[in-house]
Structures are given as structure tokens and as C-alpha cells.
């Protein structure tokens, strides 16, 4: 199973970023994928939420208005578009899979938004 993430980098204030997760090893399909983001001592936070087919999107209150999470179930790829970022965006930005009681995560992509 693998989940990889990318998209990530440094951007300016207002700027905006799409990250991916490419997706193999398991049946993409059947899976809820959200992204997560964490900073260093603060517990890991849900960013987005998007169903198995793609027809229900959840935002957390923070990033509504502000990012789009979409999949492209013909590729295995989930992707979030982020805009009018903010420097309390910056965080390591996780991509999760889940089925029922099974939970599959990347190994994350960096964003920081500064100056």
C-alpha cells in the first residue's frame, strides 16, 4: 500500500498550492479520502474530506472557502487546491485513506506560507 503526496513547497501570503496523492496497492475506489495537516506539537487535524465516488466534500471551518478537494478515481489521485493561503497553513499535509476500521497514510508534504 502507498500513498504518496506531493505539491508541496513554500508559497507567499494569498498565494496557492494543489497537492496530490497518488495512490496504489489497494482499491482506491472502495476508500473515503481526506488530507490532514499537522504542526510540531499539535495533534494532526482533518483539512478535507471527499467520499468514494466523489460526490460529498467535507471542509474543516478553516479552510472553507479557501480549498478544494477533488479525485480522479480513473488515476488513484486525490488532490486538495489551496488558495488565499495563509502563514497558519503552514504544516506537513497528510493524505488518508479509509475503509471501515482501516486507515492508510502518507508520509506527508510540507507547506509553509511566509514572506
Known amino acids: 500500500v502507498q500513498l504518496v503526496e506531493s505539491g508541496g513547497g513554500s508559497v507567499q501570503p494569498g498565494g496557492s498550492l494543489k497537492l496530490s496523492c497518488a495512490a496504489a496497492?489497494?482499491?482506491?475506489?472502495?476508500?473515503?479520502m481526506s488530507w490532514y495537516r499537522q504542526t510540531p506539537g499539535k495533534e494532526r487535524e482533518l483539512v478535507a474530506t471527499?467520499?468514494?465516488?466523489?460526490?460529498?466534500?467535507n471542509y474543516a471551518d478553516s479552510m472553507k472557502g479557501r480549498s478544494s478537494i477533488s479525485r480522479d478515481n480513473a488515476k488513484n489521485t486525490v488532490y486538495l487546491e489551496m488558495n488565499s493561503l495563509k502563514p497558519e497553513d503552514t504544516a506537513v499535509y497528510y493524505c488518508?485513506?479509509?475503509?471501515?476500521?482501516?486507515?492508510?497514510w502518507g508520509q506527508g508534504t510540507q507547506v509553509t506560507v511566509s514572506l
Open positions: 488518508n485513506a479509509r475503509r471501515y476500521g482501516t486507515n492508510f
Open positions: 471527499i467520499d468514494s465516488i466523489g460526490s460529498t466534500t
Open positions: 496497492g489497494f482499491s482506491f475506489v472502495g476508500y473515503v
